[in-house]
């Protein structure tokens, strides 16, 4: 405080180097450092230095308290960061652990989980701030028919470890994240459906619901009112269509526009070596002009990529199965006999770059910088691990090795020139 620091008697040597006397200034104040021996106004001199001493101790009350409160609460923030350092380290423990149990529980040993081996990679749908994984997890056929439901939820579990953020479902699945229409696409059935699809999912909303084939007893004008409405009540977040092809999408967008509605973000289409043009030349003329995403499904054209059916239809396999006659038809087609010889030059190719044959058919359609994520099917967790860790084999697939896997399949898309869709230079 400034009377403390203002008293010359504070901070002076003791009475060596002042006179014991007491000397009297023009103002008449006694000013002393030493307590003189002369009985004449010791009295004086005593209750000078007392009222000093109480004056310098006042001051010094007031000041100390507020350092030393400054110290306790450094030492308290201190105390309370270290708290907090400590529970986040007991949290994250715990969750190893239960990490640990759950990978015991499942013989999935840590130090092979895919969630450090995968390197899962994140791609926006579309022109929308949503980021999606670059695989996903597609429950068709599968889910709810082909595999009990112990292993659908350890292959949802194993896929959400491994970074996978995307589950397609609809209402003719079990269970999934995402949810199409498959009644039509009138008002009505959009949003009973999509309503019927939350109480069994248990969910409050979806974030994508797709508008899956095109209803040609429905106005698309309906159809986009409906979405905006499941939409704007928080039933889900966006919305997309699937085997929906340029013009019926360009037309959702056109309505959506004119009447101040919500468009749609992605399309989802079937892409795999054998099936190209949609994707490869229609959605990127799409993406370009109204921000259309890509959400592609059968990577390994149901199965046939796979080389399982080299020899055969295995009675386990899809193309036995009731109602997917069709596949068997595609297989012992002449087609089907020229894709076969394809893939076993595919094989060979693969056996080079050190990875299965679905493996590169998946990194192939990755390598596609316009397709935001490929949906994944699987009837076996090993399956599911091995077709994920296709994403380990993407930066193989150089501009080099593409030529050479497009020289085997001959069958690379060019766009026409003069349609609607064409690129512009």
């Not at 597609?138 to 996978?164: H, K, P, R």
């Not at 953020?165 to 079990?174: I, R």
């Not at 069709?326 to 006999?337: A, C, T, V, Y």
């Not at 077709?387 to 020289?407: F, G, H, W, Y």
Request: aromatic fraction near 6%; charge should be positive.
């Amino acid at each position: 405080m400034s009377s403390i620091v203002q008293n010359p008697c504070v901070g002076r040597a003791p009475a060596a180097r002042m006179p014991k006397s007491v000397t009297r200034e023009s103002s008449g104040t006694s000013r002393s450092s030493s307590i003189s021996s002369d009985s004449s106004g010791s009295g004086g001199n005593i209750r000078s230095l007392l009222s000093m001493s109480e004056s310098v101790h006042a001051n010094l009350s007031s000041f100390f308290p507020e350092q030393a409160l400054e110290k306790e609460e450094t030492r308290q923030r201190s105390h309370q960061l270290e708290e907090i350092k400590r529970l986040k380290e007991v949290h994250a423990a715990a969750q190893l652990k239960n990490l640990e149990d759950f990978l015991k529980i499942n013989r999935i040993s840590l130090r092979d989980s895919l969630a450090h081996t995968t390197g899962m990679i994140y791609r926006n749908l579309g022109k929308s701030g949503l980021r999606v994984s670059c695989v996903g997890l597609g429950t068709w056929v599968t889910f709810g028919g082909q595999i009990t439901d112990d292993v659908a939820e350890e292959m949802t579990t194993l896929a959400y470890e491994s970074g996978i953020n995307l589950f397609d479902t609809s209402e003719v699945y079990n269970c999934g994240r995402y949810a199409e229409m498959e009644r039509g696409l009138s008002r009505k059935h959009i949003i009973e459906g999509l309503r019927a699809s939350l109480d069994r999912l248990q969910l409050e909303y979806v974030d994508v619901v797709f508008a899956n084939r095109p209803d040609p007893y429905t106005p698309i004008e309906e159809t986009v009112r409906a979405m905006t409405y499941v939409i704007n009540r928080g039933m889900a977040l966006y919305w997309g269509t699937s085997r929906w092809n340029s013009m019926e999408i360009m037309e959702a967008y056109s309505v959506a526009r004119q009447f101040n509605q919500i468009p749609p973000i992605c399309e989802q289409a079937e892409y795999h070596m054998f099936q190209r043009e949609k994707v490869e030349v229609q959605l990127p003329q799409l993406y370009h002009k109204i921000g259309i995403g890509a959400m592609t499904w059968s990577p390994l054209a149901c199965g046939i990529i796979s080389g399982k059916y080299r020899s055969g239809i295995p009675p386990s396999a899809r193309a036995s199965l009731k109602g997917y006659e069709w596949i068997k038809d595609k297989i012992m087609s002449e087609e089907g006999h020229r894709e076969q010889l394809k893939l076993r030059e595919l094989e060979t190719f693969a056996q080079r770059l050190q990875c299965t044959l679905p493996q590169l058919a998946i990194a192939w359609c990755l390598r596609n910088d316009k397709v935001n994520s490929v949906l994944l099917g699987a009837s076996r967790p090993a399956q599911l691990v091995e077709n994920i860790r296709a994403i380990q084999v993407l930066p193989k697939i150089t501009m080099s090795i593409a030529a050479e896997i497009d020289c085997i399949l001959k069958n690379k898309p060019h766009c026409k020139k003069g349609s609607r869709f064409s690129k512009e230079h």
